[in-house]
């Protein structure tokens, strides 16, 4: 019975990754485009992620309304967000050592996902790799809903700063936007 206790561990794991690296990415984009901050996610994968909601929307009728369509994105989906704002991949140093490696590391992510969500057992060495890679991100993104925190981390990699608010804000040149 090793298959269902493995999963629930890697599910709950990969669950939490998920959520924080959607949360990180929700609040650096908003800081960089305020609230318009969906014009960071690139417009084919917008588009996909609209249609992913619309359809759970047709199924579900007593879908709640908080989700946005950052919810609705896998790790590849996220990936495409950082590499499409260069100024969000410092986040994510600590856990890849450039944008061609953390790619790897956001596949071999939604592999595991995949294997979660069709029953399929999780492998030792992709459990390894689950707590690993969930404790340098619990370590470095200490996300808390509406607010970032680790505040050293994001002022040294990102050249911002907190609001009065509690909102990490990224400095960007005006004609960055």
Do not use: C
């Not at 090793?2 to 599910?11: F, L, Q, S, V």
């Not at 986040?91 to 069709?118: G, Q």
């Amino acid at each position: 019975m090793k298959k269902p206790d493995i999963n629930t561990d890697a599910y709950r794991l990969v669950g939490e990754a998920l959520f924080r690296i959607r949360q990180l990415l929700r609040d650096g984009l908003r800081a960089i485009y305020d609230e318009q901050w969906e014009n960071g996610i690139p417009e084919e994968r917008l588009g996909f992620l609209r249609q992913r909601r619309s359809h759970e929307a047709s199924i579900n009728w007593h879908l709640l309304d908080t989700s946005d369509v950052i919810d609705y994105a896998g790790f590849a989906d996220l990936f495409e967000v950082v590499e499409a704002n260069p100024q969000l991949q410092n986040l994510f140093t600590s856990l890849a050592s450039d944008v061609s490696v953390l790619r790897i590391r956001f596949m071999e992510l939604d592999t595991i996902l995949n294997r979660i969500a069709y029953v399929r057992e999780v492998a030792d060495t992709e459990m390894s790799f689950l707590v690993s890679f969930e404790e340098r991100l619990r370590k470095d993104f200490t996300v808390q809903t509406g607010n970032l925190s680790g505040r050293a981390y994001y002022d040294m990699n990102l050249n911002g700063a907190f609001d009065e608010r509690g909102e990490f804000q990224i400095a960007v040149a005006a004609d960055a936007r």
